[in-house]
């Protein structure tokens, strides 16, 4: 709904609501947060600030950035989650132990009053703005807008998929690693390496698709190819590690972890940029539904991956996710709805 309100509204008026949400969600917690349940309320109300920011973020990429530096933008605009989640788990556990979680939460408000800074810095608060700087776009009908988001449920499956291994990486490559022998820290430094890597990845990731047609699907395939291979190695050395001890079978997995960060880590985003820049759907409703999928993806993709290793075995687990990634794959290899840049010689529109 808010990629959908951003497109006809303008990135302006998104980029001062979605910020304002999260922060009055903050100030909210710090003041008067007094119990879990009123904690989780607001940790979901400040999801919607968040629905609101990330594809006004993508609509005011596709507004205001050359289209020859757009897909390195993007790229460089999704290494932000893994980089500030990495900010925000280094310093916050810390402030919050010496002088409180409220201290911590605080601190946080950095964030949206900087995003808001910038709005009143740039002076573009009308609403309209947003739309004159993407004036190029053809108008479609209702009834084409319906059919270009129809197009997009393919992706948008693709993109839950992509998340359910991301959440599961997250949450169970640590586990993984030591049951297959590492140290608790040695296990989380692999981990750390591995999410490094992949924000390099997806920067240069974002950069080389610079330089192609959007609707070139073959580098983001490879990316996906590699991520299911990654994750098959994963749980083949799980399953070597279950029959008999071994440093070979330790490896697998350790390589099959950080191949798998990597790939899993980086696929998502090229995703999010093959199609913001090629749907006629528009830039934020495209990126919306995305984060839809994605979303859905994130809350469900932990807890199945719970109830796989514990019916069959992580390796079974393990094995899933690849075989989901497969079927990722054959959901992006349909083509996306796409209109052509300016009319056709005689049109009305």
Partial sequence: MAGRWVDGRGWPLG??????????CVVTCVLLVDSWLALLLLAALGGVGYGICSPTTNLLVMAVVPARRQSTVLGLKQ????????AAGATLPAVAHLYGWRTA?????????SVLALVVRRGSGAPGAGRRADASRVELSPAERTSARRALVPMVVAAGLGTFSVATLTGFAVLTLVSAGLGPVAAAGVVSGGSLAAVVARLAAGRFLGGRPSSDVTPLLAVMGLAGLSL???????????????SGWQAL????????????????ALLLITVVRGSSAGPGAASGLLQLGS???????????????????????WLTMGALT????????????RTP????????R
């Fill in 79 to 86: 290494t932000a989650p893994p980089l500030l989640m990495a």
């Fill in 295 to 317: 979303g859905l993806g994130s809350a469900v993709g932990p807890a199945a991956f719970g109830v796989l290793s514990d019916a069959g075995g992580r390796g079974w687990a």
């Fill in 105 to 113: 939460m605080a601190i946080s408000l950095v964030l949206p009053a």
């Fill in 253 to 268: 997995v350790v390589v099959g972890v950080v191949l798998s960060l990597v790939a899993a880590w980086t696929w998502p």
């Fill in 341 to 348: 840049p300016h009319p056709p010689a005689g049109s009305s």
């Fill in 15 to 24: 980029a001062w609501l979605g910020p304002a949400v999260t922060a009055l």
């Fill in 326 to 337: 497969v079927l990722a794959m054959a959901l992006v290899r349909r083509p996306t709805s």
């Fill in 232 to 246: 098959l190695l994963v749980s083949t050395g799980v399953f070597g590690l279950e029959r008999s001890s071994g």
